[in-house]
Nanobody, 122 residues
Framework: QSQLVESGGDLVQPGGSLSLSCTAS????????IGWFRQAPGKGREGVAC????????YYSPPVKGRFTVSRDNAKNTVYLHMNNLNSEDTAVYYC???????????????WGKGTPVTVSS
């Protein structure tokens, strides 16, 4: 039973910080590229932070670059998304994914998490 499970979504005030985690079971996460995607209400899904399958480099979309950091802990079979200086436009359901990340957040995904909601509001 291979799956990804996200946790850490919460209500946070503007300017605050939040960390999300994503733990894999049933497969070894370090064999895959990583993607963090989000979908805001009424909007399409966008890739925000990904780790390339080819060289392990990280990509961040322009709205989050400088504020978000993606990392991985292979020993724990877990990846993280650390988010700083959050604003209302970051409100979305955040999904982690594992697959072949070939360019920025363009990827063929083998496993999706079910998502964790982040709400930024006063």
């Amino acid at each position: 039973q291979s799956q990804l499970v996200e946790s850490g979504g919460d209500l946070v005030q503007p300017g605050g910080s939040l960390s999300l985690s994503c733990t894999a079971s049933g497969f070894t996460l370090d064999n895959y590229g990583i993607g963090w995607f989000r979908q805001a209400p009424g909007k399409g899904r966008e890739g925000v932070a990904c780790i390339s399958s080819s060289d392990g480099s990280a990509y961040y979309s322009p709205p989050v670059k400088g504020r978000f950091t993606v990392s991985r802990d292979n020993a724990k079979n877990t990846v993280y998304l650390h988010m700083n200086n959050l604003n209302s436009e970051d409100t979305a359901v955040y999904y982690c994914a594992a697959g072949y990340v070939y360019y920025e957040c363009s990827a063929t995904i083998d496993y999706w998490g079910k998502g964790t909601p982040v709400t930024v509001s006063s």
